[in-house]
């Protein structure tokens, strides 16, 4: 993703874990938010260039990484949730995740 030169938010489990501090992750699946107009046609081509099979819907993009499915969801452009993304640190790399995080995993319906 950061070749695409996109600003994104992780979700789903993954990260929950990041917000939680584990020291390892492990996750059925990868989830990532963007929003709309963040999904422009370079980030397309890009995506398409390296992830041959990324299958390109009306709200999201969906390809693997190796057995690992991935998801990019589309969110609106004023999402509350990721106007202002929190960071967090897995070892040497940084991840935003959104903000506040407790509302966003509420709102999911996940406890």
């Known amino acids: 993703m950061d070749s695409c030169v996109a ?3 992780l979700l789903g489990e993954v990260a929950k ?3 939680d ?3 390892s992750l492990e996750a059925s699946e990868i989830e ?3 929003t709309r107009n963040g999904c422009n046609t370079y980030m397309r081509e890009t995506l398409g260039t390296f992830y041959k099979h990324a299958v390109i ?3 999201n993009i969906k390809f693997n990484i190796g057995e690992i499915p991935v998801t990019i969801h589309f969110l609106e452009n004023d999402n509350r949730l990721i106007k202002h993304p ?3 640190f897995f070892f ?3 991840f935003k995740i959104p903000n506040p995080f407790n509302e966003y995993w509420e709102e999911r319906n996940i406890k």
Do not use: C, N
């Open 86 to 88: 929190d960071t967090r």
């Open 92 to 94: 040497a790399e940084s």
């Open 7 to 9: 600003e994104y938010v």
């Open 57 to 59: 819907g009306e709200d």
């Open 17 to 19: 874990q990041v917000y």
């Open 32 to 34: 990532i938010g963007m």
């Open 21 to 23: 501090g584990l020291v």
